[in-house]
């Protein structure tokens, strides 16, 4: 077990190209397997990926829908990250019993904690289904494109589902240049077995986050339950643990330099194709504004955290959420700059414009298109991030957004009948979106979030409430105050935190005293104008994107005919290869590719949020008795090691394989700097 706190700090870049770049479908990975032998790989491609017989594909799966985890034994125990579990270990949690703080550990299967709503997914198999897809689209645009594409795709899903024995999702690739069915099996009775405390499990905090040298062991383990059939089944205590097709074994032989390294599992999201504008746009508008935005609900956050120990219970999950991204735009942003990808970029299409003028002359306006459509749409990117980031952020918001179903039904003249069942859904949304919440925390977001919109979007682009709510009767020139005085008036008045007030005025007879409650008011004046107004022109920059991106990626693939090109990441299972590597990312400065059980001693300060050790682990490091687990050549215990293995959000807590088909850690993170 303790062999399993080794994890894998894996480098990322997104932009630069390297020899074993590349997120590839495991379908088509014989394209890649002399690459992947010439590197250390000892299996044959069926030993990956097959649908006729067992395969390392059968011990991965889709943990939670954002994370990745595999299958290592054959009583389906899995392991994954701790911030993949670090949700569903808040859940199981409380104040007396605070297993996210002091770990977790079920001494028998009869301890093993059921999670409620925690599901994951085993991939069946894949089927390219372009032409299918295709020829129903034809040539339609935008919408009418989007409705097709969904008219498809459910058929093709529903077909595939066996009655409901599998999901199934067709996806897009190449932006639309190909598309793939990927069928599922979805279990959802999953336990909790075991988790280390909070301050080994997130050590080094968001400090070291997206960093390198890193000391964290960022591991959990769950294991998934079926039926007597060995099918998915609900939680019931006569169920049993799952039998896989496949697990991982567990190799304890540790890892050298320039060692083969690969790993499967669900990355998230990509945009290795956009284009110089796209990159022009990120630095300078779109992630400067998201890293603002969250380094102040992170500010809020961790001052209410601090003061009391359960609101720091149930905003935990949430704040490390938050917090990940958010240094993840800041190291972005930072690279983007360092290593001059707009310029890159810039060559490529250079390049490009040159071969499609002796090539694809359809194609010569592309680039022009491009540079277009980014100007049209560049001037609602704050208001659309400050939508999505800030007006979204309190639970009061989101709360009071649901009033948009009443509003429409008012609207279209809806009978009671309608809005009683409305307001039903509307009960139960309440509830779990103020359970929760802390009332100081929230209302502190809530008059900081709308006070950062008032600043930072065009004036031209406010919603009403602002003029005539805000400062029409709190104005002044001390804005900060017009903004706390309007988020207690409405904290103060609403409805919506009084659980007997609102059930009893949610019907269709009294629904209109519920659409003049303060909290409803100002979330639908800020909805109907982003809706009414902006977020067309989103849409419409979306649409045109898609028919753009169809077109560059698809000149691309001809362009590079001869060269393996893979599809950006679509939180489908893709395999990467590369190797265990040290590496220096700038002068004088090497890193070694492991770190050791010594630094954590070395890192520890007492007290510290980020770099504390409760006294039974220092005790422990202190005495260096590692047993078997130790590596003999050093003589300590491995916590980290770095690959050049390419991946991102949605990797977490997948298994790093060596040349024998062996786990030989887990995928936590990637490296901003490498």
Not at 516 to 522: G, I
Request: charged share 25%; glycine share 6%; with cysteine.
């Amino acid at each position: 077990m303790k062999k399993l706190i080794l994890s894998l700090l894996v480098i990322l870049t997104h932009f630069a190209g390297r020899a074993d770049e590349g997120m590839w479908l495991p379908l088509l990975i014989s394209q890649n397997y002399e690459a992947m032998q010439r590197m250390g790989l000892k299996l044959t491609p069926e030993q990956i990926y097959s649908i006729n017989k067992s395969s390392m594909k059968d011990a991965i799966v889709h943990f939670g829908g954002g994370c990745t985890g595999e299958i290592i034994s054959g009583k389906g125990l899995l392991l994954t990250n701790h911030h993949c579990g670090y949700d569903a270990i808040a859940t199981l949690s409380s104040v007396q019993q605070n297993y996210l703080m002091n770990g977790f550990m079920a001494n028998s299967m009869e301890e093993e904690l059921p999670v409620p709503g925690l599901s994951v997914k085993f991939l069946y198999r894949i089927e390219d289904v372009t032409n299918q897809v295709s020829n129903y689209i034809g040539d339609a645009y935008g919408k009418d494109m989007e409705t097709r594409f969904e008219e498809i795709a459910k058929q093709i899903s529903k077909t595939a589902n066996e009655n409901g024995a599998y999901e199934s999702v067709v996806k897009s690739f190449y932006s639309g240049n190909k598309y793939y069915l990927f069928v599922y099996q979805r279990f959802t009775d999953i336990r909790l077995v075991s988790a280390p405390p909070e301050s080994l499990g997130k050590f080094g905090g968001d400090t070291d986050n997206w960093m390198w040298p890193r000391h964290t062991c960022d591991f959990s383990m769950f294991r998934v339950y079926a039926n007597n059939d060995n099918k998915p089944a609900p939680y019931s205590q006569n169920n049993r643990p799952y039998i896989p097709k496949h697990h991982l074994p567990v190799s304890l032989k540790g890892v050298r330099d320039n060692d083969y390294a690969m790993i499967m599992g669900y990355p998230g999201r990509t945009t290795r194709y956009l284009t110089s504008y796209g990159v022009d746009l990120a630095i300078n508008v779109s992630n400067p504004t998201v890293v603002k935005i969250r380094d102040k609900r992170l500010a809020i956050m961790r001052e209410e955290m601090e003061k009391d120990p359960e609101v720091d219970l149930k905003y935990a999950s949430t704040y490390a959420s938050i917090a990940n991204y958010w240094k993840y735009f800041i190291g972005q942003t930072e690279q983007l700059k360092n290593l001059n990808v707009l310029s890159q970029k810039e060559r490529e299409e250079d390049e490009f414009q040159e071969w499609v003028n002796l090539n694809n002359r359809r194609l010569k306006k592309l680039l022009n298109d491009y540079q277009k459509a980014y100007a049209d749409y560049r001037p609602y990117v704050k208001h659309q991030t400050f939508y999505r980031e800030a007006f979204m952020a309190p639970s009061l918001s989101k709360v009071a957004a649901g009033f948009e179903m009443i509003d429409k039904a008012l609207e279209a003249g809806a009978g009671k009948d309608s809005i009683n069942k409305l307001c039903k859904r509307l009960v139960n949304m309440r509830r779990s979106g103020t359970k929760d919440m802390s009332l100081e925390l929230d209302q502190k977001l809530f008059a900081a979030m709308n006070l950062m919109f008032y600043q930072d979007v065009p004036k031209s682009q406010h919603p009403d409430v602002f003029a005539i709510e805000v400062f029409g009767k709190y104005g002044n020139d001390n804005w900060q105050k017009t903004f706390d005085d309007y988020a207690d008036y409405v904290y103060s008045n609403t409805a919506l935190l009084d659980s007997s007030r609102f059930n009893s005025l949610c019907n269709a007879d009294q629904i209109e005293e519920l659409m003049k409650d303060p909290a409803v008011v100002h979330a639908l004046s800020v909805m109907k104008n982003y809706k009414g107004y902006y977020e067309p022109k989103v849409n419409a920059f979306n649409y045109e994107m898609f028919e753009l991106n169809r077109d560059y990626q698809g000149a691309l693939l001809e362009k590079n005919k001869n060269k393996q090109m893979y599809p950006d990441a679509n939180s489908t299972m893709r395999v990467t290869y590369g190797k265990v590597s040290s590496y220096a990312p700038k002068d004088a400065i090497f890193y070694n590719y492991y770190t050791l059980a010594e630094g954590l001693l070395q890192k520890y300060k007492a007290g510290d949020k980020e770099f504390d050790l409760q006294p039974k682990i220092v005790e422990l490091l202190k005495t260096r008795n590692y047993g078997p687990y130790a590596d003999a050549d050093l003589n300590s215990l491995v916590t980290c090691f770095i690959t050049t293995n390419d991946i991102t959000g949605g990797n977490s807590g997948s298994p790093v394989i060596n040349g024998n088909g062996e786990l030989i850690g887990c995928a936590f993170d990637g490296n901003w700097e490498a």
